[in-house]
């Protein structure tokens, strides 16, 4: 069985700080990881995904993830938190044969002018 | 039209109603998933279809029932729900093989 667990279910930071977000997984099988974000009234939106290449990913609206296997890791972090950054970022971790994804409880951000 | 496109955005329905929930994607896709986004709940897997044939069903009531009459078709018919159903249902679609899953926008669903 997969899980993942999602450290703090809201984080503050200021415009401009680091946004840190932390995500532990367990899996029974080398997992695919995927950091979602949804916005107020939306759908999620992929950030990223790590599948087994390299282990830090970059992906989009200048987020990136680190795949840590002997953590069991894989925190988002942005350098600069920008006040569109608000919204709730989900970690999802799937089997490598299908993508039926297991979800963390997710982390809500807001961001301070 | 492109992506994933999930209507009515919004349903309010009644204990005895019958309704049902829409899902169209445009990618292509050959798998396509229903999660339901409850408020005090993770994300959570509801059914998965793969060539459209069910291959999941994450033990969900009966009142909920699905249907994929074709790769880029999804419904889910609602029936004799309960309050604690109100939630958020998602749509996905992805490509097996690949494991990015698109999402739509959602319908919110409340059930009085």
């Known amino acids: 069985a997969q899980s993942v667990t999602q450290l703090g279910s809201h984080v503050s930071v200021s415009e401009g700080a680091l946004v840190l977000l932390r995500c532990n997984y367990s899996s029974s099988v080398p997992p695919y990881l995927f950091w979602y974000v949804q916005y107020p009234n939306q759908g999620l939106q992929l950030l990223l995904k790590?599948?087994?290449?390299?282990?830090l990913v970059k992906g989009i609206n200048g987020f990136e993830a680190e795949f840590k296997k002997s953590e069991t890791s894989f925190h988002l972090t942005k350098p600069s938190a920008h006040m569109s950054d608000a919204a709730e970022y989900f970690c999802?971790?799937?089997?490598?044969?299908?993508?039926?994804?297991?979800f963390g409880g997710g982390t809500r951000v807001l961001v301070k002018p | 039209e492109t992506g994933v496109t999930q209507t009515p955005r919004h349903l309010v329905m009644g204990m005895t109603n019958k309704k049902s929930l829409k899902c169209e994607q445009h990618?292509?896709?050959?798998?396509m998933y229903w999660y339901k986004q409850s408020a005090k709940k993770p994300l959570e897997l509801m059914f998965v279809?793969?060539?459209?044939?069910?291959?999941e069903n994450n033990s969900v009531p009966s009142r909920f029932s699905p249907e994929c009459p074709n790769s880029s078709h999804l419904f889910l018919h609602l029936h004799t729900l309960q309050p604690e159903d109100s939630a958020l249902y998602l749509c996905?679609?992805?490509?097996?093989?690949?494991?990015?899953?698109?999402f739509g926008q959602g319908t919110r669903l409340t059930v009085v």
């Open positions: 996905a679609s992805s490509q097996d093989g690949n494991t990015e899953a698109f």
């Open positions: 990618l292509g896709h050959n798998a």
């Open positions: 790590y599948t087994s290449a390299a282990t």
């Open positions: 999802a971790v799937s089997k490598a044969a299908g993508n039926k994804l297991t």
């Open positions: 279809y793969s060539l459209e044939e069910r291959v």
